[in-house]
């Protein structure tokens, strides 16, 4: 199959080659040998000349600013403005106000954009050199002339540098200003072009003033069609003729090559995608992309070839490609979603469909690519034609007359298509709905253009068009995204499987499978809002400094103001999200790398890492209110806010606050402390910066602010026992055999499941009263285990012991644990 269609190409390429290389085969000079002539004429007088050394260049000096913000570029700004609003003041045609606003929008941002640049290129040289003279002082009768002579050109040049600085900042006012009088002004003129309303189609008015200006709207069609005459003329003429026909040739390839991609495609998402939903989508997005490309390039290469040293070519028509030029990649788009929609074969199809739906809708997308490029002709024909207003307004009419009937033809085919393949009453509930609203726009169109609002109807066709397309394209991306957020990038599938064995934790892969197909769909909604918003002509730039305008927020910000807008909320969103995943990393190397080395205790681990925590928290926060604008001067209001608050309603959270960085700090107690205070006894597990949490016996958790532990007592035994350590205290009379007590009690602890080997229970008399001795036993807990758990056992088994050997005791009293 691959031999075979060489062999077919292979003549082909040959031909296109011969086109593009015949001036060189013809004898043309080619440019080195024009290059290579030039010096040879000039070699006589060089070698006379006497030589001298080349100089070497200047290097510019910091102090001039003039190199970066010169006087003729401040007055070409200014008298630019001057210009941008004096032709904004002017009284424009219908057909010429939508051209002369974009030119004007396009110079007035212009001027914006390069105040803004040379702003940010000399403002840094105003601090140098209020640096350089805050160093010189005030003037001095006794200092050096020299010292004040330099004062004077440092003072001098900085007022110069804050004369330039105040110009520009004054132009980028007066920038944004025209900017925004001129978007209201289109704003005004987009609203007033559709309400305006024209002879009816259906009087005589409207036909006798047509008649009445015929010869001239002839004469101009009759010239731009002698004018498209001579340039094919000279197109396909001599050795012109034979580029043109490889142009041809090469864009006929490129669209062959279009038609003959999707086998291919489909095999190379079978052989990557797995099984389901995500292969057609997939095929959809790589044909959609390879149609916009090859149909874009096939007609820039064509009329590139009839355009190139064509004398015959004039700016209007020129300009009708350039128009024709941006409807051509939609046309290719739309053809393509109508093989990938209704595919004859059912399984790449993006929308499970019936065939005889599929056989039904094939030929709509035919039309609506038709009528793409019958729009970009219009679209010549109302800005750039010179023709009549009523002649325009008649081509947009039957324009709009045959366009909005695909509007109903559409929802009408899905029901005849569900009564012949006999579908359930349930799968086209949807269907009247549709076919209502798009008949009551069929209907409002059909009247407008009737009753003389003309330009009304051919706005709303135009933005529905756009919209189509639009709507398609994104929708196809949000469900490719979604596709593969769901089967190719989970923790369970190939690629999912292949990013947990480099190290990444399976739940934030599946997390991100989520995020991510849900923060796309957050900027196709901004993309379609944009194109939405952005008129029906469906201008690249415009849709682009709509995006950006939504992105960085609308209107200019001062230093010291509140910047809301997506990006600044984008990354006040992902700063956290960001902070928590490197708190964790470094909080990690710090438990497993750095703490192993030292000889730092776990309550000394734990203050470490909160201290590091909480300080990394402030500084995100910090960069959150940059970001969002917020500076110390704007935060003047909240912290005399606060510290109203903090006299009256916030004391106990502001010195819970201070008491936490105290104990954290100074560490009174620690993680893993036994303490006694406000009545519990229990073992510290955590201390935050508001409260310290103590885990009691029973395993229930209490809560106990800060404060308490500064400024009431509390009991820590962990301070004079080791971690793990218990004792048991035993009172036995004198008439017991206090040595033989003394083995049982060191041979029954050591004989505890629970109790470490080492260090050695140990048995002793401490005290002796009343007629008799108390005797205390002190043994260790094993790691893990519950000191209080470990401590009922040994009770429970000494008792047994000293059952079983006849001697009496009584627990006198409890004992401490950790």
């Known amino acids: 199959m691959t031999c075979k269609t060489f062999r077919v190409f292979f003549p082909v390429l040959c031909m296109v080659l011969a086109g593009l290389l015949s001036p060189a085969l013809s004898g043309t000079p080619a440019w080195g040998a024009e290059t290579a002539a030039t010096p040879s004429a000039t070699a006589t007088p060089a070698a006379t000349a006497p030589q001298t050394p080349p100089k070497a260049p200047t290097a510019p000096l910091i102090t001039d600013i003039t190199l970066f913000v010169s006087d003729d570029t401040l007055n070409a700004m200014g008298d630019e403005l001057r210009a941008v609003y004096l032709n904004s003041q002017k009284e424009y045609s219908v057909t010429q106000n939508g051209n002369a606003l974009t030119t004007l929008l396009r110079r007035a941002t212009a001027v914006s954009s390069k105040a803004d640049t040379l702003l940010a290129q000399i403002k840094p040289y105003e601090g140098v050199y209020q640096s350089f003279v805050d160093i010189l002082g005030k003037p001095d009768p006794s200092e050096p002339e020299s010292i004040t002579q330099q004062r004077k050109v440092l003072t001098a040049r900085l007022r110069d540098i804050t004369g330039r600085i105040t110009r ?79 142009a041809m040739v090469l864009s006929a390839v490129l669209l062959a090559l279009h038609v ?212 398609t394209g994104l929708l196809l991306i949000s469900m490719l995204a979604t596709a593969l957020g769901n089967s190719v990038f989970p923790s369970t599938a190939p690629v999912g499987a292949r990013m947990i064995a480099l190290g990444l934790p399976a739940r934030l892969v599946n997390q991100a499978c989520v995020v991510v197909p849900g923060l796309i769909n957050v900027f196709l909604l901004v993309v379609a809002f944009s194109v939405a918003t952005s008129g029906a002509d469906f201008d690249p730039t415009q849709v682009g400094h709509r995006i950006l305008s939504i992105f960085n927020g609308r209107g200019a910000t001062t230093e010291d103001s509140f910047n809301l807008s997506l990006d600044a909320m984008m990354l006040c969103a992902g700063l956290p999200i960001l902070g928590h995943y490197a708190i964790r990393l470094v909080r990690n190397w710090f438990r497993q790398r750095f703490f192993p080395t030292t000889r730092l205790d776990i309550g000394t681990q734990a203050s470490i890492l909160n201290i590091l925590t909480y300080s990394t928290w402030i500084i995100i926060g910090l960069c959150m209110a940059t970001a969002l604008g917020v500076t110390v001067k704007s935060m003047t209001w909240v912290v005399s806010a606060l510290s109203v608050g903090i006299g009256f309603g916030l004391q106990s959270i502001v010195q819970n606050f201070v008491s936490g960085i105290i104990l954290m700090a100074e560490r009174p107690v620690s993680i893993g402390d036994v303490v006694d205070i406000a009545g519990a006894h229990g073992e510290v597990a955590r201390i935050s910066v508001r409260s310290t949490n103590i885990k009691l016996a029973d395993g229930s958790t209490m809560i106990v602010p800060n404060s308490q532990f500064i400024t009431s007592a509390v009991r820590n035994a962990t301070r004079a026992e080791k971690p793990g350590v218990f004792t048991i205290v035993l009172q036995l009379p004198f008439t017991s055999d206090l040595q033989k007590a003394m083995d049982v009690m060191t041979s029954t602890l050591a004989a505890c499941e629970n109790v470490e080997e080492q260090p050695e229970p140990t048995a002793s008399i401490t005290s002796v009263a009343d007629g008799s001795a108390l005797m205390t036993g002190t043994a260790r807990a094993r790691v893990g285990m519950d000191t209080a758990t470990v401590r009922s056992q040994a009770l429970f088994a000494l008792w047994q012991a000293f059952q079983k050997n006849h001697i009496p005791v009584t627990v006198n009293s409890t004992s401490t644990s950790k």
């Open 168 to 246: 520009l900042r004054l132009y980028q006012l007066e920038a944004q200003q025209l900017l925004l009088e001129l978007r209201q002004h289109g704003t005004a003129i987009q609203q007033a072009t559709m309400t305006q309303r024209f002879p009816s189609p259906l009087g005589v008015n409207f036909w006798s003033q047509l008649s009445a200006t015929a010869p001239q709207d002839k004469a101009r069609i009759s010239a731009l069609a002698q004018e498209s005459g001579a340039v094919l003329k000279a197109a396909f003429s001599s050795r012109h003729a034979l580029l043109t026909l490889g």
């Open 260 to 471: 003959l991609c999707h086998t291919p495609v489909r095999m190379l998402v079978s052989r990557f995608m797995p099984a389901g939903r995500v292969r057609p989508i997939t095929a959809a997005v790589l044909c959609a992309l390879v149609g916009i490309v090859a149909w874009g390039a096939a007609f820039q290469i064509t009329w590139s070839a009839i355009s190139f040293n064509n004398d015959a070519l004039s700016d209007d028509l020129n300009t009708l490609a350039e128009m024709v030029a941006a409807q051509v990649p939609l046309c290719g788009f739309a053809l393509e979603m109508g093989i990938c929609l209704f595919s004859r074969r059912p399984k790449w199809r993006v929308f499970p469909m019936s065939d005889t739906l599929a056989r039904n809708l094939r030929l709509f997308p035919v039309w609506f690519a038709g009528a793409l490029i019958v729009r970009g002709v219009l679209r010549y024909i109302d800005t750039k034609s010179s023709l009549g207003l009523l002649p325009t307004q008649l081509m947009d009419g039957l324009y709009t007359l045959a366009v909005s009937p695909l509007l109903f033809a559409i929802p009408r085919q899905l029901r005849l298509s569900a009564k012949e393949d006999n579908a359930p009453p349930s799968s086209t509930s949807l269907v009247p709905f549709l076919k209502t609203l798009a008949s009551t726009i069929c209907f409002v169109c059909w009247a407008a253009v009737f009753t003389g609002y003309i330009p009304l109807a051919y706005a709303i066709i135009s933005w529905l068009s756009v919209m189509a397309v639009t709507m």
